[in-house]
């Protein structure tokens, strides 16, 4: 009975097996599919529609040439003789929509027509609604001939829990094969056209699905008789899927969008984010902007770009990016210098405007990121005079305090106005200082102290003065001892924003060297923030000094709920 209901279990799993992962494969491509879309060439779509769609269609193979600035011609006609013998279709493959309407298509031409069209454009400004820019990239297909009652549209896009097929002017639908005959089918009267577009469709999402698109638009889309022919085409991929479909898609190129240029200092910090643990982004949206950007984390940099735009600052914000992860300091410092290598290209009437802003860091050492940051200033720091710049500067989190310090002092020798504050400021409060829309407080000589945001005044600190003349009013006249060898202690009371804060001090003046120890082997630390890398670093720390239990004692993060972390006290985990 035990074999039987052993071997029983294994039939049961050994079937469910392939249907819970088939199961889990749905789910996550509808889950987590439109986490990045992002556009590609009509080229790139077609290619891998070429090389993917299942061949019991009745889809034409899409013949085309892409051209760009360097083609060699010789060469292209060498590889597509197809160029020579038939009429063609010319138009740029840039993310440019209604190109017929602009018109930017020349249909029914030859090949030195179509390659004098394409000479007469290239590299020459464009515009396009309110964005301007250059045509670069051209695609030439054969002219296929037809009828306009020909002509049908489909569209594929993912919304957030579901996907839709446009046909025609239907929507929103379940996809299986007969829904598609019944219901996005029921005006094509023709039985064998019908068929042939059925099952397209049922293949084209198919595909759609099973490699990671977004969305997928044709139009037109003209089914003859026998064949169906993929004439413009729009499409998006999820490009987190890259480490799935690699073998499917190829080496994807993700345009930027029209009137925006691809600029090498994005692919060479593109490429530094790729090589590092670390997260630095950088996209170029108005190389002759005024604002720019060098922002600690992504939901801050977020945070900033919406704020200068609700304070009207949209037209002259040039960048968008960030930096994040605890990048080292020459990480940050070729950050820094290429951002700024940018903003003095051009100069402005006005002068520039750099924002260095963030929230209050949970691992990232400020110190060592402003370290960089520093050293790219004083690299720029006679073309950030030349272009009149000034510079905004809100930071906190790990090492905050030498961070600021090391900032303000590079600031008097800039020769520019640099702006420092820590997290007694608001951290959108300096893009209204650098806007002009609020004005700018009178700067204080405070040292802050550590952890003293989270203290009622945020940036006060007791008065020595008064803390000493406390000492000497409060301090006992009698001194007590005990052959237990009881310490005597005495109070002083601080006042700081009106609490009265206890402070414990040893016996003895209060010049001794005894009364300034402000750590020993037994002292306890409670850390502010899910610092998880300092933690593991204070008990490595405490570990080799063979102090007999860990230091910290408490961690105190009030944006999670609670639950458990591990850490390393010699090789045991606890």
Known sequence: MADCAIASVIRCSAELFPLIRNLL???????????????????????????????????????????????????????????????????????????????????????DTVKQWIDDRMNKNQKVGEAMGKLRNFIIEPFIPHKENEEFYVCIYSSRNADSILFYHQGGVDIDFDTISKVLLKEVKDANKKSIVG????????????????????????????????????????STADFICRPQWGNIEYPPPFGRDAYPEEAYIADLDSKSGASLKLTILNKSGRIWTMVAGGGASVIYSDTICDLGGAKELA???EYSGAPSEQQ???????????????KHPEGKILITGGGIANFTNVAATFKGIITALVEFQSRLVEHKISIFVRRAGP??????RRMREVGKTLGIPLYVFGPETHMTAICGYALGTRSIPKENNVEFATANFLLPSGEKQPNKECLQASNKELRPSDKKSSAAGEQCVRQAKVIQSKIEVPIEMPQGDATDSSAKTMFTNQTKAI????????????????????????????????????????????????
């Open 25 to 111: 494969q749905i789910f996550l491509k509808l889950k987590f599919r439109t986490m990045s879309a992002k556009a590609i060439y009509e080229a790139t779509g077609k290619d891998i529609i070429n090389r993917n769609l299942s061949g019991n269609t009745a889809a034409a193979h899409c013949r085309f040439a892409s051209v760009g600035p360097d083609t060699n011609y010789a060469e292209l006609l060498a590889k597509n003789p197809w160029l020579t013998t038939t009429k063609l279709v010319v138009k740029p493959d840039q993310l440019i929509k209604r190109r017929g309407k602009l018109g930017l298509i020349l249909v029914n031409k030859d090949f």
């Open 527 to 574: 850390v502010w923030g899910m610092q998880t890398r300092a933690i593991q670093s204070m008990l490595d720390f405490d570990f080799v000094c063979s102090r007999t239990e860990p230091s910290v004692v408490a961690v105190i993060y009030p944006f999670v709920g609670d639950h458990k972390q591990k850490y390393y006290w010699g090789h045991k985990k606890f």
């Open 199 to 238: 099952t397209f469709i049922y293949n084209l999402y198919k595909l759609y699905v099973d490699l990671y698109f977004t969305y997928l638009e044709i139009n037109p889309l003209v089914v003859t008789d026998k064949e169906i022919f993929i004439l413009d085409l729009a499409a998006k991929l999820d």
């Open 399 to 404: 090492n905050y305090q030498e961070g600021l």
């Open 332 to 346: 940050t410092y070729e950050y820094a210098k290429t951002i700024l290598s940018l903003m003095t290209q051009e």
């Open 319 to 321: 960048n968008y990016g």
